[in-house]
C-alpha cells in the first residue's frame, strides 16, 4: 500500500461546517434578499411560524451488519435513495408503539354463566 495521499487534504474554508448553508453569506444579506432566496413554500407562512421552533439535532447512528429478506430490501431500495433511513424510520415507529404502556385488558362475564 503506498504511503501517498489519494485525495488532497481540504482546507476549513472549502466547505461550510454546519449543513449546507454558508452562515458568513447570510449574515451578510439582507431580510429582502434571503426573502427573494426563499423557496415558494415559505411565501405564505404566518409571522410567527417560527416563534416556538426548536433545533432538534439528528440522533448518532450506528453502523451495524443486518439480515432482512430479499424481497423487503429489494421493496425498500424500490422506493429510492435514502431507503436506509426510511427502514430506520419503520424500525422507530414499531419501537414508540411497541414501548407504549399497555392497559390490562377486562374480561368480562358472560350474560348467564354461573
Known sequence: MSAQRTKRASKRGD???RGR???GKLRLMTDAEIDQASPVELAD???DF???AALVLP???EAISL???A???EWFRSLGPRYQTRMNA???SYMAQASKPRRPRVRRSRKGAA
Open 15 to 17: 466547505r461550510p461546517s
Open 21 to 23: 448553508v454558508d452562515l
Open 45 to 47: 407562512l404566518p409571522v
Open 50 to 52: 417560527w416563534k416556538d
Open 59 to 61: 440522533s448518532a447512528k
Open 67 to 69: 439480515r432482512v429478506d
Open 71 to 73: 424481497d423487503v430490501l
Open 90 to 92: 419503520v424500525l422507530r
